[in-house]
Nanobody
Framework: QVQLVESGGGLVQAGGSLRLSCAAS??????????MGWFRQVLGKEREFVAT????????YYADSVKGRFTISRDNAKNTVYLQMNSLKPEDTAVYYC?????????????????WGQGAQVTVSS
């Protein structure tokens, strides 16, 4: 069974930084073949796209709300994807989820992702 485990969430003041990590594990899961994405969700609202990266790392896309502040990257040797979040704002407060899509592309669509982590809380205080 594929496991995606997020870490690095927490409480930070506005203007601060956090780095989320998502480690993948499973005997039958080849991390380097999967596109990876980060999404976030606020209680009572729909889950929304944040950032995505292709299997090689050659393509990345960001939501307009985080462009220029967040950076997605991956280390295929460590089966890990990262989300570096700088200049955080209170509106970035949410549970952040990483996800894997078997097509391998950088896709913004939730429906393209087969595997999801359990989520990491990020809280930005004003």
């Amino acid at each position: 069974q594929v496991q995606l485990v997020e870490s690095g969430g927490g409480l930070v003041q506005a203007g601060g930084s956090l780095r989320l990590s998502c480690a993948a594990s499973a005997r039958t899961f080849t991390f380097s073949r999967h596109g990876m994405g980060w999404f976030r969700q606020v209680l009572g609202k729909e889950r929304e796209f944040v950032a995505t990266i292709s299997r090689t790392g050659g393509s990345t896309y960001y939501a307009d709300s985080v462009k220029g502040r967040f950076t997605i990257s991956r280390d295929n040797a460590k089966n890990t994807v990262y989300l570096q979040m700088n200049s955080l704002k209170p509106e970035d407060t949410a549970v952040y989820y990483c996800a894997a899509n078997p097509v391998g592309t950088a896709t913004v669509l939730l429906r393209d992702y087969d595997y999801w982590g359990q989520g990491a809380q990020v809280t930005v205080s004003s």
